[in-house]
């Protein structure tokens, strides 16, 4: 599967402390059409400089590095406000990995034996805002959300159940205004809403605790 002609391409850093994982994670993207990559950094540290310095639409993130982690320099990202995405792939897939990353402000969460086309369709993905996770670690944050929360325990409405489906099907605020024949501001409306009665800040934590719930699936 290739990418259409007519989509944007999608610039990237990739950062990660092994240099062969950065070679061959560049050499993948150059192969395929639609994707640019700006520079790579080793830790961290690097990450935050060569983001500012790149302004990069995703930054592919592992965790585990020498010099500086990864959750830290999601978190620092996001405090800076800067716009590229957060797409982490690494090799990790517990708690303590996975939350901590979401909850820093990561768009999406691969592992690293992810095919390379479901690579390639979480980075658009990424791009465009969508939240992408893998099986695996949905399933984690299913579980991690389970801790009670403080919430109204007001119950979504009908048209808020299904924005939030089309959200866990990864579908964007200009898709799923398409789809629902609304505008986006609505949908914005929907979603604000929704995380407010699920107790949640963002996408990702709204769909895991849509499925522990049984809203969901």
Do not use: C, W
């Amino acid at each position: 599967m290739t990418d259409a002609p007519d989509e944007p391409t999608v610039s990237l850093l990739i950062v990660d402390d092994h240099p062969v994982v950065r070679d061959g994670l560049r050499g993948m993207f150059a192969s395929a059409p639609g994707f640019r990559v700006l520079g790579e950094a080793a830790n961290g540290v690097q990450a935050l400089e060569r983001a500012a310095a790149l302004d990069p639409d995703v930054i592919l993130m592992d965790l585990r590095m020498p010099g500086g982690g990864g959750v830290d320099a999601i978190r620092e990202l996001s405090r800076r406000g800067v716009r590229a995405k957060v797409l982490v792939l690494t090799t990790y897939d517990t708690d303590s990995d996975t939350l901590p990353a979401i909850e820093a402000g990561a768009t999406g969460y691969l592992l690293k034996d992810a095919p390379r086309e479901e690579l390639f369709t979480a980075v658009r993905a990424a791009a465009d805002g969508r939240t992408v996770l893998s099986p695996a670690v949905a399933s984690r944050l299913v579980s991690a959300v389970r801790a009670p929360r403080t919430v109204g325990g007001e119950p979504l409405s009908a048209r808020e159940r299904e924005v939030l489906a089309l959200v866990a099907r990864g579908t964007s605020n200009r898709e799923i205004a398409r789809e629902l024949f609304i505008s986006e501001a609505t949908v914005k409306t929907h979603l604000t809403h929704l995380y407010a009665k699920l107790g949640v800040k963002d996408r990702a934590a709204a769909v895991a605790t849509a499925y522990d719930r049984g809203i969901l699936g």
